[in-house]
DNA sequence: TGGTTGAAACTACCATGGCAGATGGCAGGG
DNA sequence: CCCTGCCATCTGCCATGGTAGTTTCAACCA
């Protein structure tokens, strides 16, 4: 993810042990592991590969998160407690507050906060596991959004109205609401 | 898969090692791939045990699943060539010739056979693995499913509704009717 | 000079052994 | 009878060593 190693460069499993001077075994284990992720690829007996994240590749993984952050939120629109309703205010406002600020930085931090909090509501175990492995690829693309004002405003208020949406109970719309926004955010990260 | 473990229930590597006379290694590398797809949990130090599938559980994971595959069928629209189309017009008349012939394992196949060939349409590495790794959850519920004239006659024209849109190229209807398809036949098997 | 081949080097993969920590049962005290 | 602390046992976890298969590259031939 640091971009240290170029697409299709191979993974020496022993070679990466010797530099992190532990055993070849760990190393396996967290390679198969970004395997099943799909950050890398193994050819049997032959290598580790780096995966090649090109802007189609991005783009449809920017579509699966955009679905299965839609599915989120209708989970969170079934199931929200006011516990969960009063914590996604919170982060809501956490986003204004940081907007006001033009901490690029918090506004980032503060809107992965607001997903959180809509995943914690949707008590979804599936879902939360499957968009926290594709969490990884989300920072490649969230660099150019959220840079103008226009983009911030717009942004707001597309997360008012998912979160209107669920504490309103109103599953569909938040659904709808949540998937919009995502498809939106997509297509201003990779034009 | 098989229901030979209860939910709940500890799986040694050790043991099932000794048990499928092999090393400890690969079984403890097959338990983090289970792991990683959500079929079993592993508390450190402690032992790795069976996942429970309740109801609820399988309900998320077909409303997941069926989300995944509306974007199979979104891609497919916008990418599929000409000999994918043929193979799916072929597998559809496939299914249409098991559902004359009542062979209730000969639909499910072909049934599979047809989403293969969408998936396929859709060239995307990261909608297929994920699929993949929801495939396993699906023999739960595809039994009930199917098993009545009316409902083989309701999925028919949906699997036609499905590819006709593909063909089409219309993305959105394409989308729409697979998610329908899908949402459907999920409040069919988990009633 | 272009193509073939063969062997050395490297690869993922697995078996074995040993370690710290968690588990479960059992004796002893309340 | 219930609770508590202890110890044998079992657990996941990692280090080490060895093997079959792949890649690489250079020597050799046409």
Tied chains: 1, 2.
């Excluded at 970004?34 to 783009?59: C, H, I, K, N």
């Excluded at 199931?79 to 940081?98: C, E, F, K, N, Y």
């Excluded at 959004?145 to 719309?173: C, K, N, P």
């Amino acid at each position: 993810m640091a971009g240290s190693l170029a697409p299709g460069q191979r993974i020496s499993e022993r070679g990466l042990a010797a530099a992190l001077d532990i055993s070849a075994q760990p190393v396996r284990e967290a390679l198969r592991r970004l395997e099943v992720e799909g950050m890398v690829e193994t050819r049997p007996r032959s290598g580790t590969y780096v995966a090649d994240l090109g802007r189609d590749r991005l783009f449809e993984i920017g579509l699966i998160r955009a679905t299965l952050e839609a599915v989120a939120a209708r989970l969170a629109a079934e199931r929200a407690t006011p516990a969960d309703h009063a914590a996604m205010r919170s982060r809501l406002d956490a986003i204004a507050g940081a907007m006001r600020s033009e901490d690029a930085a918090a506004v980032t931090l503060a809107n992965e906060a607001l997903h959180d909090a809509i995943h914690a509501a949707a008590a979804s175990r599936d879902v939360t596991r499957l968009l926290e492995g594709l969490r990884a690829y989300d920072h490649l693309t969230r660099e150019r959004i959220l840079s103008t004002a226009e983009e911030r405003a717009t942004a707001q208020a597309e997360h008012q109205a998912i979160v209107q949406a669920i504490i309103a109970g109103d599953a569909r719309a938040a659904e709808a609401a949540m998937k919009a926004h995502a498809l939106r955010s997509l297509s201003v990260a990779l034009p």
